[in-house]
């Protein structure tokens, strides 16, 4: 099929992906009358995907070509037949599941294969290995010993489960791939067309342009405040990642680092108190404490994942060598100020969001007007967006979400796996026995769990989760409630980070064109303090601002400084590059230091010991890049 042929097609499944879902999310299917299930209309969504995958993506990867085989063609049709004539039948094909009739498992099965083939085109093999293991665990679990043994499943009731059931690809990832992330990736299309982009380009230069890594700084801050609110580290990064990551590119990061940064910044925003995703309201609820209790709590160990990011971006900036912006690249502040009201736009969304208690889609969708409005009528460096640019965003956006919807149902069948086999009990029942009375072991167990739990589930999905299954047994073995409800929502959280189904790393690495595996390891240690801050609250609740005033102020002067030597170690720099030992003895040092002084007897010695090294460390890399100074 030549490009005249299947390049119109291809835009307009595109605009039409788009334009159903903003449909969705300003209901206008009650409006006129018309009532579905939230599946049939994820069922449509993925229709008009995967179409739009064989028809845009090539059969090898990084191979460009101009017309479309016919094969892909054909693939293309398939799909679109098969997932649309489940969305049309759902609300009767539905309760057929169990008794695996033809006509659920003939689509189901067709659905299924190519899923996983648009899925490899999209992001390569791993992670379409992941999930056919996954798959034949369903299919043989029976065949395993001990505790993780499953429910082995008949390959026809797997097909039509995962294709029609709500706990399947049409499950919770999808949901927020088709309806939030739809949103936010059409207002960030918006921006790039209006110059809204541009105008914080140059903000960022004015702001932050005469220090070393200054867009990596902003996209931290950004991120954490929006994530607070946003309630979904994946809605978070395509929010801001769209502007973030081509900024923090253009600066000369590698493009898997910039995603990952973002992907990492918007996580933690989960975290951060006081909105933490809305779970601060449910863990109030849940520990029937007052929810300012829980602010509290929660706001040290963020303050601490921000300042390791933080340091992190900085020290890369100076490892990399991207120094300040040349004065004269600087913009002039009178032509960026003429750009403030894009901020209206933000500030719409954040008022929809935060005091209106608009879905995150809705917000977004509202200020995405705000923005055309504005550009309309004031433009950004003398230009204003043209009208056939403004309707061209539709097919943009639908184009920019196909691997986000790809990868959304790629998770829907991990998480439908641990569903039918009971893969997920079983893992919280060998959990409780294997740690038994050992609260180090239970520990571990708990975050492996907490990270497979989490996958693909939005943040207050991921909590109610993880509050129910693992945070008893947490609390059964003397680890205090608030701790371990935080414990579980950190490690839950960190699925999002953390491959195989790392989701708001692959959205991230959709938007900066990056693998998604390679972002998914790079987001692992930009964010490596929340793997390692939660273990040290539940050992001493002084991170968590319980104890006394001088415990708790030690504890936060100790941990901070340990936070910046382990971030100076794994990015292997201080003052200059760090060799392989000094990188060694930095993160010791730190490990040592974060340990707070009340975690068990002796511990204020390993504070003390760890402070010091890390001082010595630090002066004898600063005085062994000054001498190198001295002799150039």
């Not at 300040?324 to 901020?343: C, E, M, N, S, Y």
């Not at 509202?366 to 923005?371: E, N, P, S, T, Y």
Request: glycine letters at 10%.
């Amino acid at each position: 099929m030549p490009p005249h042929l299947w390049r119109p097609v291809a835009q307009g499944l595109a605009a039409l992906l788009t334009l159903l879902a903003m449909a969705w999310a300003l209901s206008l299917q009650r409006a006129v009358g018309l009532n579905l299930y939230p599946q049939q209309f994820f069922a449509a969504i993925l229709a008009l995907a995967l179409p739009l995958a064989f028809l845009s993506l090539p059969a090898r990867r990084g191979v460009e070509r101009e017309a479309v085989p016919y094969l892909d063609v054909a693939l293309a049709i398939a799909a679109f037949v098969a997932i649309g004539y489940v969305a049309w039948h759902y609300s009767r094909l539905v309760l057929l599941i169990f008794s695996r009739p033809a006509e659920i498992w003939g689509p189901g099965l067709v659905i299924l294969i190519l899923t996983l083939e648009a899925l490899r085109r999209a992001t390569g093999w791993a992670l379409v290995v992941i999930i056919l293991v996954f798959l034949l665990y369903a299919l043989f679990g029976d065949a395993l010993p001990g505790r993780l043994q499953g429910r082995a499943q008949s390959w026809q009731l797997l097909a039509g489960y995962m294709a029609l059931d709500a706990n399947g690809m049409l499950g919770l990832p999808i949901s927020v791939a088709a309806t939030v992330v739809v949103a936010f990736i059409f207002f960030g299309t918006l921006l790039a067309i209006t110059g809204g982009s541009t105008f914080f380009t140059d903000a960022a230069m004015l702001g932050m342009g005469r220090f070393r890594g200054g867009s990596m700084k902003i996209a931290v801050l950004a991120s954490g405040l929006f994530g607070s609110i946003s309630g979904s580290a994946v809605a978070n990064v395509v929010g801001t990642g769209v502007v973030t990551i081509p900024m923090i590119k253009r600066d000369g990061y590698p493009g898997h680092k910039a995603a990952a940064i973002e992907a990492v910044a918007s996580t933690g925003g989960q975290l951060m108190p006081p909105v933490m995703g809305a779970a601060a309201f449910l863990m109030a609820e849940f520990l029937a404490v007052p929810y300012s209790e829980i602010v509290l709590a929660a706001l040290v160990p963020a303050l601490l994942y921000y300042v390791a990011l933080f340091i992190q971006a900085d020290m890369e900036a100076a490892k990399l060598g991207i120094r300040a912006v040349p004065a004269d690249q600087i913009p002039d502040r009178k032509t960026v100020l003429r750009g403030l009201h894009f901020l209206l736009a933000f500030a719409v969304l954040i008022y929809l969001l935060f005091w209106q208690r608009y879905q995150p889609e809705r917000a977004a969708l509202w200020a995405a007007g705000v923005l055309v409005l504005t550009s309309l009528a004031i433009g950004y460096r003398g230009a204003r967006p043209a009208l056939t640019a403004l309707v061209g965003a539709l097919s943009r956006c639908g184009l920019a979400v196909v691997e986000i919807i790809l990868i959304s149902a790629a998770a829907g069948i991990v998480i439908g796996v641990l569903n039918v086999t009971g893969l997920s009990f079983n893992l919280t029942y060998a959990l409780v026995q294997i740690g038994g009375g050992s609260a180090p072991l239970l520990l571990f167990l708990s975050a492996l769990v907490c990270i497979v739990l989490g996958m693909g589930l939005p943040t207050l999905g991921v909590y109610v989760l993880l509050a129910a299954l693992v945070a008893p047994a947490l609390i059964e073995v003397g680890i205090s409630p608030i701790g371990a409800h935080l414990y579980v929502l950190y490690f839950g959280m960190m699925s999002m980070i953390t491959p195989p189904i790392a989701l708001a790393a692959f959205a991230a690495a959709s938007i900066a064109k990056a693998p998604a595996m390679a972002t998914g390891w790079a987001a692992m240690r930009f964010g490596w303090s929340a793997y390692v801050i939660p273990v040290l609250f539940v050992a001493s609740p002084t991170l968590l601002m319980i104890g006394e005033v001088g415990d708790i102020a030690l504890a936060i002067v100790t941990a901070t400084l340990g936070v910046w030597l382990v971030s100076c170690a794994l990015a292997g720099y201080f003052s200059g590059p760090l060799k392989p030992m000094m990188r060694v003895g930095f993160a010791m040092a730190g490990l040592a230091a974060l340990i707070p002084a009340a975690a068990f007897d002796g511990a204020l010695l390993t504070d003390i010991g760890g402070i010091a090294l890390g001082v010595a460390f630090m002066a004898v890399d600063i005085l062994r890049n000054r001498q190198a100074e001295v002799r150039v």
